[in-house]
């Protein structure tokens, strides 16, 4: 249900995934989600979905792209800026470049991160690659987001919840249908950080764009998502504090373009495009 965010798979190769409850014959939520951002581990019939959405919705994947930046600039304002040394990934997705300890630990070589999903084949590459510092530590949960009590119980077993942790919602809510219910679940992890605890939270805003390319995806086995104007969005920040600038298009929030694109040196030197909004939005919030 959850998130999308490498290993190497190809069709011609034996399944890895045989008897593993896998089925490779469906799209995968986080293997399009992987295409999109121009991984290798998806199938055909991954690739397949992950074309007929572009074919109709082009934009997906530069929000896959920006999705990615926007996560590594959060980790490493609350690693640094912030000093947060706990962090709560919900949805962590495929691993891929700067998962969340790599931004955390080379900032804190200490930080605690625990992952969350609860997808069977994001769990057989988390445990193989989800590897943090030896002063740190890095725990993967195989947890539903529905139920709370056992993700939250789960992450005790590292975090220390009498501190403050930052709680990471990146591509996430968007897989519960009901608006209200996602807002709860929000609220539930909530109640249970302490005050000095940040939020994180991105997800696509809808557009008549966006609806067309649900609509196209909803005609898979895969996953569905639901996009949601910004101000639902933003209601599940309600009751904490604005980090700066709020709640806007993930590829604004505090860009850093030298930083996102690829060192060139000489006459190969480039001049840096300009950043431009998309409909993916996010913010961070603190638990005051």
């Known amino acids: 249900m959850l998130g999308a ?8 190769t034996p399944n890895p995934h045989a008897n593993t409850g896998i089925d490779t014959t469906v799209p995968h ?13 998806n199938y055909a019939v991954d690739r397949k979905t992950g074309d007929a959405v572009i074919a109709v919705y082009p934009q997906i994947k530069v929000n896959a792209r920006e999705s990615r930046k926007f996560l590594k600039r959060v980790v490493g304002f609350l690693a640094g800026e912030a ?41 057989a590459h988390a445990r193989a690659l989800l590897i943090g510092t030896p002063e740190g530590e890095t725990k ?39 608006t209200d219910e996602a ?3 929000v609220a539930q992890i909530l109640d249970r950080v302490p005050s000095g605890s940040y939020l994180a939270i991105s997800d696509a805003i809808l ?25 639902a969005i933003a209601s ?35 001049p840096l495009a300009a950043v431009v909004p998309v409909d993916q939005w996010g913010g961070v919030a603190r638990k005051p």
Do not use: C
């Open 207 to 231: 557009t008549e764009e966006r609806r067309i390319a649900e609509e196209t995806y909803s005609k898979t086995d895969g996953v569905h998502y639901h996009a949601r104007p910004p101000e």
């Open 236 to 270: 599940f920040f309600d009751g904490l504090e604005w980090v700066e600038p709020g709640f806007q298009s993930v590829s604004l929030w505090r860009a850093d373009p030298a930083a996102d694109e690829p060192e060139t040196q000489g006459e190969n030197v480039q």
């Open 83 to 123: 000093g947060i040394r706990q962090f709560l990934d919900i949805g962590t997705g495929l691993p891929t470049a700067d998962n969340t300890h790599e931004v955390a630990q080379r900032i804190a070589p200490d930080a605690k991160v625990v992952y969350a999903d609860n997808d069977p084949l994001v769990l």
């Open 183 to 185: 807002r709860a679940v």
């Open 140 to 178: 993967y949960l195989h947890a539903d987001v529905r139920e709370i009590p056992d993700l939250m119980r789960g992450a005790a077993e590292i975090l220390d919840f009498s501190q403050p942790v930052a709680v990471l919602m990146l591509g996430v809510l968007g897989h519960l249908d009901d």
């Open 29 to 41: 939520s986080a293997r399009v989600w992987n295409y999109w951002l121009g991984g290798k581990d």
């Open 5 to 12: 965010r490498m290993g190497t798979v190809s069709d011609s």
